[in-house]
T-cell receptor
Framework: KAGVTQTPRYLIKTRGQQVTLSCSPISGHRSVSWYQQTPGQGLQFLFEYFSETQRNKGNFPGRFSGRQFSNSRSEMNVSTLELGDSALYLC???????????FGQGTRLTVV | GQQLNQSPQSMFIQEGEDVSMNCTSSSIFNTWLWYKQDPGEGPVLLIALYKAGELTSNGRLTAQFGITRKDSFLNISASIPSDVGIYFCAGQEKGTGTASKLTFGTGTRLQVTL
């Protein structure tokens, strides 16, 4: 069974631009969560989607948004990029909302 | 954002030694998870714990869910070079609002010398 797939693996953007990251969960998994990982803050929860609805949101500004499609694939978008948005963005999929999460390899975003 | 207290922060050990790390929280969790992360990769799930007091093994790894539901520990026996990496604990609350949100520990960086 294929794991969680995130694309692209690496991305370089300029301040002020916007970016869209993609996540394909494990087949059959319905819950997708996003996390930001930085050296200073560690792994921080961004948001969770289940059945195409955002179910939970972390403490991030409105520039961070996401969505989930009917096939459970998810995208997250960051608008008006800031230097501090440089991070490893990780997607995790779960069979349901209360089951263990499996992570993708992440997208390394660098904002210059 | 919130992070769980994980210790030690880093450790250098010799191949063959046993390793122990723990994670504490001020909040109660209903699930504890342990992950290992290699550089540039996503965390890989090692062990999941679902009940207070539960002791679970996965090969050379053993983890326990603390009785108070506010802590967990991970032991690695007879360490080998491929155990090198960063180990994270993660707590998961239960409830319709926060069921899927994981709160992560600060990580333990393990380095194994021959």
């Amino acid at each position: 069974k294929a794991g969680v797939t995130q694309t692209p693996r690496y991305l370089i953007k300029t301040r002020g631009q916007q970016v869209t990251l993609s996540c394909s969960p494990i087949s059959g998994h319905r819950s997708v969560s996003w996390y930001q990982q930085t050296p200073g803050q560690g792994l921080q929860f961004l948001f969770e989607y289940f059945s195409e609805t955002q179910r939970n949101k972390g403490n991030f500004p409105g520039r961070f948004s996401g969505r989930q499609f009917s096939n459970s694939r998810s995208e997250m978008n960051v608008s008006t990029l800031e230097l501090g948005d440089s991070a490893l963005y990780l997607c995790a999929s779960s069979l349901n909302r209360n089951t263990e999460a499996f992570f993708g390899q992440g997208t390394r975003l660098t904002v210059v | 954002g919130q992070q769980l207290n994980q210790s030690p922060q880093s450790m250098f050990i010799q191949e063959g030694e046993d390793v122990s790390m723990n994670c504490t929280s001020s909040s109660i969790f209903n699930t504890w998870l342990w992950y290992k992360q290699d550089p540039g990769e996503g965390p890989v799930l090692l062990i999941a714990l679902y009940k207070a007091g539960e002791l679970t093994s996965n090969g050379r790894l053993t983890a326990q869910f603390g009785i108070t539901r506010k802590d967990s520990f991970l032991n690695i026996s007879a360490s080998i070079p491929s155990d090198v990496g960063i180990y994270f604990c993660a707590g998961q609350e239960k409830g319709t609002g926060t069921a899927s949100k994981l709160t992560f520990g600060t990580g333990t960086r393990l380095q194994v010398t021959l």
